[in-house]
């Protein structure tokens, strides 16, 4: 069978009587065409199902038509979220996404933003991670960069977050109200900067309601379903008593449930338990999370929106971004 012959832009501007230039100029939305011409172009591309070549069509214009994404963790419910929002936020506008995963290592993240750098991408989307501001700034030199779910001095104004401290206030001031005097909290990563602005909210909404902290109640985590087994065994093995917990993302609150049920522990009967991100599963849990929701899809389609108005030299101005408290059964009003 004969291979069907690829449609040309000479094609186009045959059918459409137009030159090669005015095709040109109507594919790549660059320098405006008169409407009736325009009209004929539209009408020609569509009667002969024209299917650009994406690859040289970039070429010619100097770029890769791609925009690169490293994200922080490629499984993760509020990452995964964050680049579909990319790919929605991308449909329709001739740029690809290029997915790479620097997980939690900081030479894995430089190796990974490498890796795109070599492909050539028109711009970079970070989603989380622990790459300098500095060593993003000057790359920003090179191509756009944005960075999502973290803010640095750097790039502040490309930069997409929640105030992640507020919204650890509202879920700690929550439990207070609730009546619960005495809450344990289980950190994120040591190095991660939403670890800090978590514990710094659970901090305050103590300090506001006039509450001492007691430290001991405050242990490290990992970000990981298996450190809040562990942060929960190290609670109990300190000896202090406490009537909730506060863990700062929904993994841990999993995880901490796990560790509550071997021990016969009912939640929130005995224990009450809030989390953050509001992941699928937080709602499914026994009993369903009390969580802290992020706009994780919205953040990830602001990104990929605001990164084609960079490479168009356009001015962009981000939507707020805010959080929601979820409440669900997890938590015992004590009042």
Known sequence: MA????????????????????????????TPVAPEKETAVLAAIAELNYQPNIFARGLAGGQSLSIG???QNIGSAFYDTIMRGIISGLKGSGYSPIFTDGR???????????????????GLIVVGGTLSGAALSKINEQVPVIVVARELEELQERCLFVDNQ????????????AGH??????????????????KAGFVQAHADAGIEL??????????RRQSGILAVETLFTRGNSFSAIFAANDQMAFGARLALFRRGIRVPEDISLIGFDD???????????????QPADLLGETAAAYMLQLIKKKPFTPPPFTTDLIIRESVALFR
């Open 214 to 223: 007691n430290p001991d109640l405050i242990v490290e985590g990992t970000f």
């Open 166 to 177: 507020q919204a650890a206030y509202d879920a700690t001031r929550f439990l207070i109200e």
């Open 181 to 198: 005097k005495q809450i344990a909290h289980i950190t994120g990563e040591a190095a991660h900067q939403d670890t800090h602005r978590r």
């Open 69 to 71: 994404a490293l994200t």
């Open 3 to 30: 291979q069907k012959k690829r449609v040309t832009i000479q094609d186009i501007a045959r059918k459409a009587n137009v030159s090669k230039s005015t095709v040109s100029r109507v594919l790549n939305d660059t």
């Open 279 to 293: 992941q699928p599963d937080s709602a499914y849990m026994t009993p369903p999370l009390t969580t802290v929701r």
């Open 104 to 122: 939690w290592e900081l030479e894995e993240q430089q190796n990974s933003l490498q890796t795109l750098l070599e492909r050539r991408v028109d």
